[in-house]
């Protein structure tokens, strides 16, 4: 099963009134479907890749029932706030001490905020006020777990979000099912800062120091009917480009994208339609393989390039596949 969606709302945010709908904080972790069968845990990302692993903190949740699927979020907190950097360095780490050593030192929490399955029942057709009240009565004094808070009031909690520095709210029907795998207007996102997942389609050096990574170019999948990805002549995605983002890039950051980017294959260039030669000069072209997250104005309100694109870190929970595309049809300029 993969994760329900929500819809990016208005802009300027203005979540909606109305008793019709409830309101959560917006988390900045990594999603994951929690499942418990048999007395093992996984902890599946949007691109179904179990990762429980890398959390042995979270293992109090086969405690909690002998079947069981939640949705949520694992987050690090720093300072008591969630920090995506933080929380995507666990997804890295391999099995064993190591992850016993981060658990100890960067302890992450799972943030549940869904039921979708207990004890062999199926619970996405029922409204999500239904699957609220059962996940209350169920995630009492669990380890590492916390339920996701719920407000009536979404300007106050938009308001109380961006004075505290988080990353924004979501808003959901009352009423409504969920639906596994779709983006449904059900719910809706209201993020602070604009971050959109992109994939990474080349890179660019530094002036003046060939051997240092000062730019990625990154675009959308370009979907045709059906929502089938479109792929160029050697069979890997198409995409539609969203420019080049070289802030952010300065440090380890940098350093950890430029060794990952080694490992990916040299293709031929990515995109639907060629850019300007003074961004594409000593470019390399890769294969569509490299899921990063980027900051930007507006970034999931357009679909032509990114104003003032920031990098924020890798995903390396999602492939090419679990990102948005832009369907040809309708969405493409």
């Known amino acids: 099963m993969r994760p329900m969606l929500a819809t990016p709302g208005e802009i300027p945010p203005r979540p909606p009134t109305g008793p019709a709908w409830v309101h959560e904080i917006k988390w900045d972790g990594i999603r994951l479907l929690a499942e418990v069968q048999d007395g093992r845990l996984r902890l599946l990302t949007r691109g179904e890749r179990d990762i429980a692993h890398a959390f042995p903190e979270l293992a109090g949740l086969t405690e909690v029932a002998d079947d069981l699927l939640l949705d949520g979020e694992a987050v690090c907190l720093v300072e008591g706030r969630p920090s995506f950097a933080h929380v995507v360095e666990r997804v890295h780490v391999g099995r064993g001490a190591a992850a016993q050593r981060l658990a100890l030192a960067r302890p992450a929490t799972y943030i549940a905020f869904d039921l979708l399955r207990l004890d062999g029942l199926d619970l996405t057709a029922l409204p999500w006020t239904a699957r609220r009240q059962a996940l209350e009565q169920l995630l009492e004094d669990v380890p590492g777990v916390q339920l996701s ?10 308001t109380a979000t961006r004075d505290q520095h988080l990353e924004g709210v979501v808003s959901k029907r009352r009423d409504a099912a969920y639906q596994p795998g779709r983006r449904s207007s059900a719910w809706l996102k209201f993020p602070h800062r604009g971050r959109v997942s992109v994939v990474v389609g080349g890179w660019r050096p530094e002036t003046g120091r060939p051997g240092r990574l000062g730019a990625v170019h990154v675009g959308l999948p370009l979907r045709g009917p059906g929502g089938m990805p479109l792929r160029a002549a050697d069979g ?42 003074a961004e594409s000069r000593g470019s390399t072209w890769v294969e569509p393989r490299l899921v990063v997250d980027v900051a930007a104005l507006d970034a999931e309100r357009t679909t032509d390039r990114l104003r003032q694109p920031s990098f924020q870190g890798v995903r390396p929970d999602l492939g090419p596949d679990d990102v948005a595309g832009l369907d040809i049809d309708s969405e493409a300029p």
């Open 236 to 277: 890997s995605l198409l995409l539609r480009y969203r420019g080049r983002v070289g802030s952010g890039l300065a440090g380890r950051a940098g350093e950890h994208l430029q060794q990952l980017l080694a490992d990916v294959p040299v293709g031929d260039y990515p995109f639907d339609a060629p850019i300007p030669h």
């Open 149 to 158: 808070p719920v407000y009536d009031d979404g300007a106050m909690l938009l």
